[in-house]
């Protein structure tokens, strides 16, 4: 293997229905097509050696997903963007890639900031909603999981969750008459995991906030939690420095 | 008139439902063409899951060649599952595209392609979820003209009230010349209406529609004529046949979906038709005659294909690969060409001989040898002679003796049970086969590590095939054949644990068998069936045979006529069957003569090495074998490492 590369790209649109397999497939058909001289694992059944590293739920858009190929000649990062995005079907974006340079990518991937857009739901509800959730010590909710019912504690992860108001001049989905709530939440990434739908669970069975149609869910960002702003910074810096990107 | 997107009400959904991914579309080289700039506006469904539909050849092969015409667009639309269709019938959500989500009632046709009759209720389902009426009869001018195609199509009887149309045969030239006569009719203003442009179909004497048509019964139930009931529809109806597969080589753009489908690979169709004269294979009749794909035309579909949608898995696909004239040089090249790269060949082994190895060595070079798979169909040498499948048992060990000793650990047989003349020793003789299969195998390796597995499907008897006529079995003869069968296998205690059986019960084969060789009557059974909640009957979970039967006493309450008369009986010469206006070619005497010679254990050979046995496909249809050798090789292409 001569390098390893690291790729941010993002889930969009219609394709925020995309699974984590339907995505690995889709990756590897465009690593081919772009002809991309991934590295593959030795042994009876040879894989591509792409990992993929905190994937977004189904239903999730995503600006901020990451995986790793192992190439077996080295490829100029921006060369390999262009020719990745290219092979990609539209709504499958790369946006960033770096040559791994130190580390584990997943290692890095402390927490992420997700928005939830919520049309049609009222704003001083989700924010007294929301001081009700941030102030309990601990909510439980429970999802289910492919080893059943599982309760768990949606709150502790919760780094930080505000309620904002759409700009309907920007963001018209609701409709003209219509509000629009966003909430902004940083989570860190513990075991088990809390998803937004967790903490949508939890503001529902501590302040029975319910929006009235289905969220609309976005990662923006992933990656090491910055002390000073709260919010995940960008995990690829580390293999920046230094670099001649 | 535009149309507008249904997605953004369809969106809402989506969080609700399993795999919402195979309802959004987006698949790499699908075709989005504005609307008001095309003419004629086709919507083309596989009536089954879009995991099912998605790869399906033939819709991909019209949907690039509908959308390369000028004045004409295309989009698909698959069957939904019952939880999408749940939320669409509460939130009013119709029928869509999964191109551009346009409802499907908005399109001038819709196209659905049956390889199976398995997904008539789905068809209903689409129908009346798009808001259409199920009716031919009820449709207006704001209706699609319903248009079905698919092997299926050969016998559209039992759907005749819901189609508008049929069309028999390759589709490819046909679909474009059904766009321009829809296009003509409405440049004039669309004269005489919906029957104004379905006479100037059935006119054509190459599309088939029902309804100008009128089905004439005996007291006892069987059919008494088929007579067009007005002028100018011809009194027969022909299928189509393309004759230069080179000049149409399509997919050029293979669909690459995201969702995940049951066929994840790029197949090239090397040649169409068959003449090996199996009598239970329907294909293998109505495709005739046999038509090669030059070798350097596959050679160029496989690579563009493969740089087009970066599958790593090619399919060569037709009735009996092997059979190719040059399938040698076909398999060498390819082989050649991709060695060492990460691209690997399939082809579906049927053929029962040493060169078939051969070619399975060159097609495994850049994998591992895993199975091989033979059809020999009959479980005794007189049961093959009854189907015509001339493999003997000496054969067979000493093709399954070298894959064996060849390296493959694993060989895979195909059977039918149910078979014209089957009796319980002709399906015990499966259980004899395979232990000589192990034990020569064994032999042959000094090894116990080699196994073999017997898979079974229920036979049905076919339209337009010598087996029309025969009786099928019924399914508790095919159910206590099979246990019989299981049974003695499971007792085997010095190779019962190499051998393993695949099979499914009788009672679907009863279902497919009656849609089969039915006629107008069974639509009513369908339509009921329906009613209440039949779905994706070819799909065990889904599939109640019970809910059939029930429908059926209910639909043919007062006829002379029920399920065993449809399915059991054996018919006589003279009675007229339900797609006797309908022609693929087949003469019916020889038909009739193949029928008899079967039951007579009587061979016969293939035409392509053998003189021409009088089927009367190739003077019917003013078609000719195409076959090679061309005697050109492949060039090694530089490709991707």
């Avoid at chain 1, 991934?38 to 994937?55: L, M, T």
Wanted: charged share 25%; hydrophobic share 40%.
């Amino acid at each position: 293997m001569a390098q390893r590369l690291r790729v941010r790209y993002a889930k969009r649109g219609r394709l925020r229905f995309t699974s984590h397999r339907d995505i690995s497939r889709a990756v590897e058909r465009a690593v081919r097509r772009a002809d991309i001289p991934v590295a593959f694992s030795a042994g009876f059944s040879p894989h591509p050696r792409i990992s993929y590293a905190g994937a977004a739920p189904t239903g999730v858009a995503s600006e901020a997903e990451y995986l790793e190929i192992a190439v077996t000649r080295p490829c100029r990062p921006q060369e390999l963007r262009a020719a990745l995005d290219a092979s990609l079907p539209p709504g499958l974006d790369v946006l960033d890639v770096v040559e791994a340079r130190a580390g584990s990518l997943a290692d890095r991937l402390e927490g992420s900031l997700w928005e939830v857009r919520l049309p049609g739901a009222d704003p001083a509800a989700a924010e007294s909603a929301v001081k009700e959730f941030m102030t309990a010590a601990e909510v439980a909710v429970e999802r289910l999981t492919k080893k059943g019912m599982r309760n768990f504690d949606a709150r502790g992860a919760v780094a930080s969750l505000v309620s904002l108001t759409a700009d309907q001049d920007d963001h018209g989905e609701g409709g003209p008459n219509q509000s629009c709530v966003i909430l902004r939440m940083v989570v860190r990434h513990e075991t088990p995991a809390v998803r937004p739908d967790d903490v949508l669970m939890g503001l529902r069975l501590v302040a029975d906030f319910a929006p009235p149609s289905p969220p609309s869910v976005t990662r923006l960002a992933q990656g090491p939690l910055d002390a000073s702003t709260g919010e995940p910074a960008d995990p690829l810096e580390a293999d920046r420095v230094g670099g001649d990107q | 008139m535009s149309v507008e997107s249904l997605f953004p009400r369809l969106e809402a959904l989506l969080p609700k439902v399993q795999k919402p991914i195979q309802y959004v579309g987006g698949e790499l080289n699908s075709t989005v063409k504005d609307w008001d700039e095309a003419t004629v506006r086709w919507a083309l469904m596989y009536p089954d899951a879009y995991e099912v539909g998605l790869p399906n050849q033939g819709v991909q092969i019209l949907y690039e060649i509908l959308n390369e015409l000028p004045e004409t667009l295309a989009e698909r639309t698959y069957a939904v599952w019952p939880d999408l269709e749940r939320l669409m019938r509460a939130e009013g959500v119709p029928q869509f595209t999964v191109d551009a989500h346009r409802p499907v009632r908005a399109f001038d046709v819709l196209g659905l392609s049956f390889s199976t009759e398995l997904g008539y209720t789905n068809m209903l389902t689409a129908l009346d979820l798009a808001g259409i009426p199920l009716s031919s009869a009820d449709r207006g001018p704001d209706d699609p003209i319903v248009l079905a195609g698919g092997h299926a199509a050969f016998n559209p009887e039992p759907i005749a009230d819901f189609i508008d149309a049929a069309v028999l045969g390759d589709g490819e030239q046909i679909a474009i010349a059904i766009s321009e006569v829809i296009r003509e009719w409405k440049a004039e203003g669309e004269p005489g209406g919906r029957d104004g442009v379905l006479l100037r179909l059935a006119e054509t004497g190459g599309v088939y529609v029902p309804r100008f048509y009128d089905v004439e019964y005996l007291p006892d139930g069987r059919i008494k004529r088929v007579v067009p009931n007005r002028s100018g529809v011809p009194s027969r109806v022909f299928k189509h046949t393309v004759m230069d597969l080179d000049e149409w080589p399509y997919p050029k753009k293979p669909l690459v979906p995201l969702a995940e489908t049951v066929h994840e690979r790029f197949s090239v169709e090397i040649f169409r038709g068959c003449t090996r004269g199996c009598r239970f294979c329907q294909a293998g009749m109505i495709t005739r005659p046999v038509r090669e794909r030059s070798i350097t035309t596959i050679g160029a579909m496989v690579d563009n294909g493969i740089r087009e949608s970066g599958f790593s898995e090619v399919g060569l696909l037709s009735l009996s690969s092997a059979d190719h004239s040059e399938i040698g040089e076909v398999a060498k090249g390819l082989a050649d060409r991709y060695e060492g790269s990460n691209v690997s060949l399939s082809l579906p082994s049927t053929r029962v001989d040493a060169f078939n190895i051969d070619l399975a060595n060159e097609f495994s070079r850049n994998g591992r040898r895993s199975g091989l798979t033979f059809a020999p169909e009959g479980g005794s040498e007189r049961m093959r002679k009854v189907i015509n499948k001339m493999v003997s048992e000496e054969d067979l060990i000493r093709t399954v003796t070298t894959a064996y000793s060849q390296g493959w650990r694993q060989v895979k047989l195909y059977f039918m049970c149910g078979l014209p003349t089957e009796e319980d020793v002709d399906v015990l003789g499966i259980a004899d086969l395979a232990r000589k299969v192990i034990k020569a195998g064994r032999e042959a390796t000094g090894s116990r590590d080699v196994r073999c597995t017997v898979s079974i499907g229920g036979f049905v008897p076919k339209p337009h095939t010598p087996f029309q006529w025969a009786a099928q079995a019924d399914h508790e003869t095919v159910d206590r054949r099979l246990r019989e069968l299981r049974n003695t296998l499971r007792n085997d205690k010095q190779y019962g644990k190499a051998i393993g059986m695949r099979y499914h019960d009788g009672k679907p084969s009863i279902v497919e068998g009656l849609l089969s060789r039915g006629d107008r009557r069974v639509g009513k059974i369908i339509q009921k069936v329906w009613e209440d909640g039949g779905r994706f009957d070819g799909w065990s979970e889904h599939f109640s045979y019970d809910r059939w039967m029930a429908c059926a006493a209910e639909a043919l309450d007062g006829e002379p006529v029920d399920v065993d008369w449809y399915t059991v009986r054996e018919r006589e010469e003279h009675e007229v069957l339900p797609w006797d206006h309908l022609d693929a070619g087949l003469d019916r005497e020889w038909l009739w003569q193949d029928w008899q010679d079967a039951v007579n254990d009587v061979e016969v050979e293939d035409c392509r090495w053998t003189p021409c046995y009088d089927c009367g496909v190739c003077p019917t249809m003013g078609t000719e074998i195409q076959i090679g050798p061309t005697g050109r090789k492949l060039l090694p292409l530089t490709v991707v490492s």
